[in-house]
């Protein structure tokens, strides 16, 4: 039997490369004979690789026109756009596939950022890349997120301070935009209330802040942003007690593994679809619920627009740290 070859299109972050993989499993194990490729960016080729249930990972280059031939001689059945930009249109439009392309629902979203009226469905965007597939004879299996790691990924915390070797939490403190991110005093009052060390975790970004963090708590808290890769900060996620994170990549990540997740929500809001998928029970949403101004924007900004930052500023430090150290006692 001829395989079913689907090509699935996904550019974006790791979060959102991680909230394709229930996407991907379902594909492979429900659709007989389906052999699956997946096209992201270079940046994601460990992730993707190491996944199972992809067979081939293509990786964008720089002409993109002389790619998207070779990937036409694939001859592909399918194509499932979960990204749905200018991008994979020129994907869809040259490769001549049939195609299912998420809907990213932006008129609706336009409409709660802009006059905080929301008509978006009470729906996960995994469950939206769901809908995606309607024609495919598939169904959600609500086996939750993936992550595989490799074994030279994973860390040993017998090598990083020995105030950490027994129990710690992990707190993810950066995100792309400044206005998903609680400040640093802000972390470092949650950090002081707990009664667990931290590993502070991020990218290069984070890095000088970590260290700041991490120089004014000896003893409690760790700077790992930018030590190490994403596969080895998951790595971190995985063997965390709890996380603390913002409305980014690792907040998908630490769901995947199934920690406990308390996320913080500054100008974004789970109603976005983007809320921890399948979550622990132990999980937590923080917000600060009421704003007038609240969601200001659908992704981020250098900095709150009105001046106040009431949706980070009025975050309740001790509630935080109290239903942490509840969870952990």
Request: aromatic fraction near 10%; charge should be neutral; glycine fraction near 4%.
């Amino acid at each position: 039997m001829h395989p079913i070859k689907i090509l699935i299109l996904r550019f974006s972050s790791i979060g959102d490369i991680v909230l394709t993989t229930p996407v991907v499993r379902v594909l492979k194990e429900q659709l007989e004979e389906a052999e699956i490729h997946y096209f992201s960016k270079p940046a994601y080729r460990e992730i993707l690789e190491a996944n199972p249930h992809i067979d081939k990972v293509h990786l964008l280059q720089e002409n993109l026109s002389e790619q998207l031939k070779k990937l036409d001689e694939e001859n592909f059945d399918f194509i499932i756009d979960l990204h749905n930009n200018i991008r994979t249109h020129q994907v869809k439009t040259r490769l001549k596939a049939p195609y299912f392309s998420v809907n990213k629902l932006n008129f609706k979203k336009w409409l709660l950022v802009n006059f905080k009226v929301n008509k978006l469905p009470d729906k996960h965007i995994v469950d939206r890349y769901f809908d995606t597939l309607d024609l495919l004879d598939v169904e959600p299996d609500k086996k939750g997120l993936e992550y595989f790691l490799r074994p030279e990924d994973e860390i040993d915390i017998k090598e990083l301070p020995e105030f950490l070797h027994e129990k710690y939490i992990g707190f993810a403190i950066g995100a792309k935009h400044e206005t998903k991110k609680l400040t640093q005093s802000k972390i470092e009052d949650i950090i002081s209330k707990l009664d667990h060390p931290v590993i502070l975790l991020g990218d290069k970004n984070d890095e000088e802040t970590g260290d700041l963090i991490a120089g004014n708590l000896p003893g409690k808290a760790y700077n790992a942003c930018g030590k190490f890769s994403i596969n080895q900060s998951a790595s971190l996620v995985k063997q965390s007690s709890l996380m603390i994170t913002h409305d980014t990549g690792l907040m998908h990540v630490a769901a995947a593994f199934n920690k406990i997740i308390l996320s913080v929500w500054g100008n974004t809001v789970p109603e976005f679809g983007m809320y921890p998928y399948l979550p622990h029970p132990g999980s937590k949403i923080f917000e600060v619920k009421g704003l007038k101004c609240r969601p200001c924007s659908k992704i981020g900004y250098k900095k709150c627009p009105r001046g106040h930052f009431k949706c980070i500023n009025d975050i309740d430090d001790y509630e935080l740290a109290k239903y942490a150290n509840s969870l952990l006692r």
